[in-house]
């Protein structure tokens, strides 16, 4: 089991920064991604972005490519998001998410059925 707890959310203006964080704990050993996802009332869930727990290599969804960075720390067990250049359509609920099982590609990844352990999710809101 692996259990996940975010933190960090909150209100920002537009063109603002936030970092929201990842506890990860329990049998880590197992994990090869972990990845942020989001949700917006209404919408379906998104992909943010990944990275390989061993080795720190990343990739992230189109609409937040070059304005986020995702990050991990294998000896800490945790993963953080720093968002820059936020706009309103950032709105949602962030959600980290673990995948014990191996993808043979990033696209795999990108799904968020191949996750088998979630956070609780943290509100992040932007908004003049």
């Known amino acids: 089991q692996v259990q996940l707890v975010e933190s960090g959310g909150g209100l920002v203006q537009p063109g603002g920064s936030l970092r929201v964080s990842c506890a990860v704990s329990?049998?880590?050993?197992?994990?090869?991604?972990t990845s942020w996802f989001r949700q917006a009332p209404g919408k379906e869930r998104e992909f943010v972005a990944a990275?390989?727990?061993?080795?720190?290599?990343?990739f992230y969804g189109d609409s937040v490519k070059g304005r986020f960075t995702i990050s991990n720390d294998e000896h800490e067990s945790t993963m953080e998001l720093q968002m820059n250049s936020l706009k309103p359509e950032d709105t949602a609920i962030y959600y980290c998410?673990?995948?014990?099982?191996?993808?043979?590609?990033?696209?795999?990844?990108?799904?968020?059925?191949?996750?088998?352990?979630w956070g609780q999710g943290t509100q992040v809101t932007v908004s003049s």
């Open positions: 329990g049998f880590t050993f197992g994990v090869y991604y």
């Open positions: 998410a673990a995948a014990n099982t191996w993808g043979s590609s990033d696209h795999y990844y990108r799904n968020s059925l191949n996750y088998n352990y």
């Open positions: 990275v390989r727990w061993s080795t720190g290599y990343s």
